[in-house]
């Protein structure tokens, strides 16, 4: 039974960072591409960054690009996303998510259809 549970959410400042961590378990995690998803109040689910099962391809919606950072120690089957410089429009759900292959890379698109499992989610307020 895939599991995925999110850690590392909270309440900060505009400016501040937090480091989001997904511990996996109950499947070959490291045969995977992960990725990090939000979702504020009455706004649909959005993709915010993926990475390739080796870590070796990186995908980051506009919005984030430069203030954020994905990243995986499949040692560890633990994926991370490090967000520096935070925005109130950062504020919401994060949820990880295990993505069903690898079309993201060629697309550059991150969408809710591309994902099959996901964790419970972790709450980001980011207050101005």
């Known amino acids: 039974q895939v599991q995925l549970v999110e850690s590392g959410g909270g309440s900060v400042q505009t400016g501040g960072s937090l480091r989001l961590s997904c511990a996996a378990s109950?499947?070959?995690?490291?045969?995977?591409?992960m990725g990090w998803f939000r979702q504020a109040p009455g706004k649909e689910r959005e993709g915010v960054a993926a990475?390739?099962?080796?870590?070796?391809?990186?995908f980051y919606v506009d919005s984030v690009k430069g203030r954020f950072t994905v990243s995986r120690d499949n040692a560890k089957n633990t994926l991370y996303l490090e967000m520096n410089s935070l925005k109130p429009e950062d504020t919401g759900m994060y949820y990880c998510?295990?993505?069903?292959?690898?079309?993201?890379?060629?697309?550059?698109?991150?969408?809710?259809?591309?994902?099959?499992?996901w964790g419970q989610g972790t709450q980001v307020t980011v207050a101005s």
């Open positions: 109950g499947h070959a995690y490291n045969y995977y591409s």
């Open positions: 990475i390739s099962p080796a870590g070796v391809s990186t």
């Open positions: 998510a295990r993505v069903r292959d690898g079309s993201w890379i060629v697309q550059r698109t991150l969408t809710p259809d591309q994902v099959n499992y």
